[in-house]
């Protein structure tokens, strides 16, 4: 399991410093992070789905079946591991005017540390109401603009106010990738459910 979760969330300037300073690989990322952060929304959203079922406000629920939601699970992790390497590249592609450019490597790495607060606002989908879960995807969404503030400059050795417009572009451009890749996971839950209701994803 990851050592940089608490430091991130606690202290993000120092901790990128460090995650700097490791020049850690892309297995050791996935390893020891992004697998297992990763799993945190994947299981809560299954066990959220099958055993308690998603409500709107009202008193009624709505619930996949144990295969469906297993079948989904995995589409779902799937999706999420794709979506990390893609704002990897996407980070890589909008540094290629900065001198001194980081690696294709260094941008995945980044962004899978930067997807921690994402990760962990998956804990509320255990309990699916769609305003809790709505509200801690926004929460998630929040801080992990906050970590690409703090990391870019430093990360891509730039100032603070070309690190804010890469790192804002980064965030709305990786939002519509993880949620153009969600869409899949939500068509393919559809098809299948019983009921014609959208599973909301973090």
């Not at 409500?55 to 619930?63: C, M, P, S, W």
């Not at 589409?75 to 591991?81: D, K, S, V």
């Not at 709305?172 to 209701?197: D, K, P, Q, R, T």
């Amino acid at each position: 399991m990851s050592n940089h979760v608490w430091g991130l969330l606690h202290h993000p300037e120092r901790e990128w410093r460090e995650i700097n300073a490791e020049h850690t690989t892309l297995s050791h990322l996935y390893l020891h992070h992004v697998l297992w952060m990763a799993a945190i929304p994947v299981i809560c959203s299954f066990i959220g789905t099958t055993q308690v079922g998603w409500t709107f406000g009202g008193e009624e629920t709505y619930k996949v079946s144990l295969m469906n939601g297993l079948a989904l699970g995995v589409a779902f992790y799937a999706l999420i591991l794709l979506a990390v390497g893609l704002v990897g590249s996407l980070i890589y592609w909008l540094a290629r005017k900065i001198p001194n450019r980081p690696t294709q490597r260094e941008c995945t790495i980044f962004a899978g540390y930067t997807a921690t607060p994402m990760f962990l606002s998956g804990i509320f989908a255990i309990y699916p109401v769609f305003w809790l879960c709505l509200l801690a995807m926004i929460g998630g969404v929040i801080y992990t603009a906050y970590l690409l503030y703090k990391g870019t400059p430093s990360f891509l050795g730039i100032s603070n106010k070309q690190g804010f417009i890469l790192s804002g572009t980064t965030l709305g451009v990786g939002v519509l990738i993880l949620e153009a890749l969600l869409a899949v996971v939500v068509l393919l839950w559809s098809m299948g459910s019983e009921h014609s209701v959208v599973w909301q994803f973090f």
